[in-house]
């Protein structure tokens, strides 16, 4: 591993600065760890190769406090204290801060990000794969302000496409891969009247059928038939519709691993609408093992050409959506291992792998917790005598408890209704606070919690991975990725 | 990966104490203990049918007023505008039918509630609620 030649080269180096000005903290584990990261940095090498192939992987919702939690979260089920854990995007070389508003929405949503990184443009909230000039809703405005997305680029120059998501494949971050609609809703049907658009399902099979996508898979199964469970209005079957054009069609465990990895087209539907929280899942696949999937049968399809591919974790998300931390950590461990994956099936010499997050939620973290607080539960005091925490709960003043994690708004506020809302905090012990179902206290009472506007942080590597540095606008996520694909060999 | 190994061994015995699947006290079920992972009734919910049973939950907001029915959810029941159309009821829910008119309880508020455990298909003929598993004559005690 070049990596590890790198860090051999570190240490004689380190070690050699730091004798040289003979510091006394030189032999320090954090001293010689610093050093040896310098090293790291200093021999950098930007990789201006074409991107034969370019991965988006984004994991909705997991701004970089989710991110922190699922870091803390998977750092302590591996026996540590959590937050010297380091989830596989974070080895990543180049990184970037992100902004995500969209253009009339300080605090955004997945469809107007997801056209921001898919194809270039920030627009406007709940409207997808259009322009900013589109009023939400208004099938009339659409003509004339749709933008093409980075799958569509990729197959124009003869390069295979998919996506893959935990969500419904008809869902905003999915759908801006190929869908034009003036609004996420129309996942089944489009308003009476609305004769410029199809609905979202359609369009995707329409994109199947141009060739445009070629594997495809994830939850929404009603979107596509009108048979019990079904949503569709016009009665059509596209799951039929797909198998007629030669996709394999998936909807378990078994089918899935049925699907022929040889450039069959793919449609997975694994669920009537979102697929399994990674905690609760059977008998439909993982995220990393539709990732797998997707990426083998894709470089069958490109072959020399290469592939495009966006991978969604969609249900960090909905776990945050419900205050509910427990679930969005083991969604946000099932993303990282998904990149894992994607990693380890690519060469950084010809792919591009870009990490990021749509958007932030509104959660929060809360003090001063000792280390070795189990992320998902109690903030237990700090140990001035040792590292870990002392096992003693801190208290507010109101003399309870309260989690490391807590969120500004949500159905689990601790303000009531039937108190002229009011509120006590509950007590709380840390069984209840580390259990499956717990949902953290919640300020505000809302019955969904919101995204936040908060910024997210992209990780790359592989070509043009170095393009992404300081804060920049979230649309810039595609022109890296379109620059890396389109560019000249230099 | 760990980076600092020697860091969190020292650790191991401070951070453990994960607690497990736990029952709200002795004599309550939580709402998941009714089911298996594919949805399937537990060996605990089938023994315990025909059985006057205390579950804990969250009120979902009752579908009318001067009910006598409400929705037991795990969690507080949301409906997320900016990712679903609709409310949508989660696959793990218990159906409650309560001996007197139903005192609304928000949302917000964990629960008990307490009644006789019935398992099966059932359409409410009054609201089409399609319930598998419910209480009967149940009455409700805030947690």
């Known amino acids: 591993m070049k990596s590890t030649i790198c860090s051999a080269l570190a240490l004689t180096l380190a070690a050699s600065v730091a004798h040289a000005q003979d510091l006394p903290q030189a032999q320090n584990a954090w001293f010689t760890a610093g050093q040896e990261r310098i090293q790291a940095e200093l021999a950098k090498q930007p990789n201006t190769n074409v991107a034969k192939n370019v991965i988006l992987m984004i994991s909705d919702g997991n701004g970089v406090g989710s991110n922190y939690a699922t870091r803390v979260f998977a750092g302590q089920q591996d026996g540590g204290f959590g937050d010297d854990f380091i989830q596989h995007h974070e080895t990543f070389p180049n990184l970037a801060l992100v902004k995500t508003y969209n253009v009339n929405a300080q605090t955004p949503d997945s469809a107007g990000t997801g056209t921001a990184m898919m194809a270039g443009v920030k627009t406007k909230i709940g409207v997808i794969g259009i322009d900013e000039d589109v009023v939400r809703g208004d099938c009339s405005t659409l003509e004339g302000n749709t933008v093409k997305s980075m799958n569509e680029i990729a197959h124009d120059m003869g390069k295979a496409t998919g996506i893959v998501s935990t969500a419904r494949i008809t869902h905003a971050t999915p759908a801006s891969a190929y869908s034009k609609s003036v609004d ?286 300081g804060t920049i606008e979230q649309n810039v996520i595609f022109h890296v990725m379109h620059h890396a694909m389109t560019t000249e060999a230099m | 990966m760990q980076r600092r190994d020697f860091i969190a061994a020292a650790a191991g015995a401070l951070t453990l104490g994960v607690a497990g699947p736990a029952r709200a006290s002795d004599d309550e079920i939580r709402l998941r203990e009714l089911y298996n992972k594919d949805m399937s009734f537990s060996p605990l919910a089938e023994g315990l049918e025909g059985d006057r049973v205390a579950v804990s939950g969250f009120m979902a907001p009752p579908l009318k007023a001067n009910s006598k029915f409400f929705v037991l959810t795990k969690m507080p029941m949301a409906v997320c505008p900016f990712c679903e159309t609709e409310a949508e009821w989660p696959d793990d829910i218990l159906a409650v039918y309560t001996k007197r008119t139903l005192k609304v309880v928000p949302f917000n508020v964990p629960i008990v509630t307490e009644g006789v455990l019935e398992l099966g298909t059932f359409r409410d003929p009054e609201t089409g609620f399609l319930s598998r598993v419910r209480l009967a004559n149940a009455v409700v005690k805030h947690g």
Request: charged share 25%; aromatic share 6%; with cysteine.
């Open chain 1, 184 to 469: 996420r809703n129309f996942e089944a049907s489009v308003p009476e009247g609305c004769d410029t658009q199809t609905d979202i399902a359609t369009q995707l099979i329409d994109a199947m059928e141009a060739g445009v996508i070629d594997v495809a898979m994830g939850g929404g199964m009603r979107n596509f038939h009108a048979d019990e469970g079904g949503r569709r209005e016009d009665g059509v079957n596209l799951i039929e519709r797909a198998e007629g054009l030669g996709a394999h069609f998936a909807m378990d465990q078994a089918s899935f691993e049925a699907a022929p990895l040889d450039g069959t087209p793919i449609l997975g539907l694994f669920e009537n609408s979102h697929m399994m929280y990674e905690a609760d899942r059977t008998d439909e696949p993982s995220l990393a093992e539709m990732t797998e999937a997707a990426i083998t049968a894709l470089q069958a399809s490109g072959g020399d050409n290469g592939f495009f591919l966006q991978v969604e974790a969609g249900r960090v998300d909905h776990a945050n959506h419900a205050t509910n931390a427990a679930r969005m950590v083991r969604d946000g461990v099932a993303f990282a291992e998904a990149v894992a994956i994607a990693d380890a099936l690519t060469d950084d010499e010809d792919t591009l792998i870009v990490v990021t997050a749509d958007h932030e939620h509104a959660l929060a973290f809360n003090g001063y917790c000792g280390r070795g607080s189990n992320i998902l539960g109690l903030c237990m005091d700090i140990d001035n005598e040792g590292i870990g925490h002392t096992g003693e709960a801190l208290l507010g003043d109101d003399g309870k408890p309260y989690t490391v994690i807590g969120y500004l708004n949500g159905a689990s506020s601790i303000l009531r209704e039937d108190m002229n809302w009011a509120g006590v905090r509950p007590d709380l012990t840390e069984e209840d606070a580390t259990d499956i179902d717990y949902v953290q206290q919640a300020l505000i009472p809302k019955s969904s919690e919101t995204h936040s506007g908060e910024d997210v942080a992209v990780y790359a590597k592989g070509p043009y991975g170095h393009l992404f540095d």
